[in-house]
């Protein structure tokens, strides 16, 4: 009989919702505001925290707004496309299935007849190519590829137009260089391991005079409207959300906020994430069936690392793996080419990637 493996003591490898924090139990959750008002003085109150905590844990500079609004990252990066594009040519980057996403909104949409800039699943178009005169749509981590963009220095200081980044499975994860970011989304129930349902968004300085000049012509529903009478609606930002949200939410994101910072904020959170992207690729470099979908390894997410497979079905893996509660949720996202996808955000412990390594092996195997 060969020794069974020791199975990953959390089997939570998906790619959004992530894993709950280690640690992670409803029970500590703070229930006091449950059943009341958002809009009470505790319900202001703890929006307003959890905004501090996102602010503090991001490192997010004063020059940067940053809100809670609905719908998630999609709710929070349409409200952006559809409150700011208009007032100068679009340029939407695509390498993977969410940048796509972008590109259709615009173009079909929104009617904004971007330039387009694509690449194949596991590259990134050539990003000198980007004209910053123009107002530009990217994903700085793609999760359905793996493939992120290396660093903010390919966005030129000296912009006309803004930059648009869905930052969802990018932020807590790389340090984000703010000053060239002038709109940023994301959800909590990525590198956090919150709830999906709402959305952050952040504003630069310029996003803000852009909101303030230019006015879309098109209509905008109440649920994306970002200023009244022409001047942004500053409660946005310190907790006055534009409808009710779920403050169940909030609180367990306020939990894993102050779970972040109990790891060290920020840097702790990036060497989490960096620890457990390392253990993945030396689990990949000793085995010559596996590769990482990522061409180029600065290009490479340390987050959403999306890998290929030789020789045996990755889905039917994936499915083994769930059914021995070894791996859950790690095929490949619909639209992408087949392999396994294995979030290496920071809620995952390094250890419990380490410990799919063996089990890799053993559903290679099986379905070889
Ligand atoms: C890069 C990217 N953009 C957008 C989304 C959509 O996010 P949500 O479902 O939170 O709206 C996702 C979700 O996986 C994503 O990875």
């Known amino acids: 009989m060969l020794k069974p493996l020791p199975r990953p003591a959390r089997p939570h490898f998906s790619s959004g919702p992530c894993a709950k ?56 990066f349409e409200m952006a496309m559809w409150s700011m594009l208009g007032a100068r040519p679009v340029t939407a980057l695509a390498w993977e299935s969410f940048g796509e996403g972008w590109v259709t909104d615009a173009a079909r949409q929104l009617k904004l007849e971007p330039t387009v800039l694509r690449a ?49 499975s990018a932020v807590f994860a790389y340090d984000l260089p703010w000053d060239k970011i002038d709109v940023a989304t994301f959800s909590w129930q990525k590198v956090l391991g919150g709830e999906g349902g709402h959305g952050v968004l952040i504003l630069g300085p310029r996003a803000v005079e852009r909101l303030e000049s230019f006015t879309p012509d098109r209509p905008l529903p109440k649920i994306f409207r970002l200023t009244k009478g022409g001047k942004l609606i500053e409660g946005i930002f310190s907790g006055e959300t534009i409808n009710t949200p779920s403050m169940l ?70 499915k083994l793996l769930e059914e021995k509660d070894v791996a859950y949720d790690i095929a490949s996202y619909r639209d992408a080419p087949p392999g396994l996808r294995i979030w290496c955000g920071a809620t995952v412990e390094t250890a419990d990637i380490e410990a799919l390594g063996p089990w890799l092996d053993w559903a290679w195997e099986q379905c070889r």
């Open 249 to 318: 939410a909030v609180e367990d994101a306020i939990w894993t906020l102050e779970w972040s910072q109990r790891m060290g904020g920020l840097e702790g959170l990036m060497a989490r994430t960096a620890a457990n992207a390392a253990a993945l690729d030396a689990i990949v470099e000793a085995r010559d069936w596996l590769d990482h979908l990522a061409q180029v390894p600065e290009t490479r997410s340390k987050t959403s690392v999306c890998l290929t497979v030789a020789g045996a079905d990755p889905k039917a893996m994936a």
């Open 120 to 168: 194949d699943y596991g590259q990134l178009p050539d990003l000198r190519q980007v004209d910053w005169s123009t107002d530009v749509l990217f994903t700085w981590n793609g999760t359905t590829s793996g493939v992120r963009v290396p660093d903010g220095d390919w966005i030129a200081a000296d912009r006309e137009g803004l930059s648009f980044a869905d930052a969802t």
């Open 21 to 76: 924090p280690p640690g992670w139990n409803p029970d500590q959750i703070d229930r006091r505001v449950l059943g009341r008002s958002h809009r009470s003085g505790l319900g202001k109150e703890r929006l307003r925290l959890c905004i501090e905590l996102m602010r503090q844990n991001l490192r997010l500079p004063a020059t940067h707004r940053i809100g809670i609004v609905p719908a998630s990252d999609t709710g929070a």
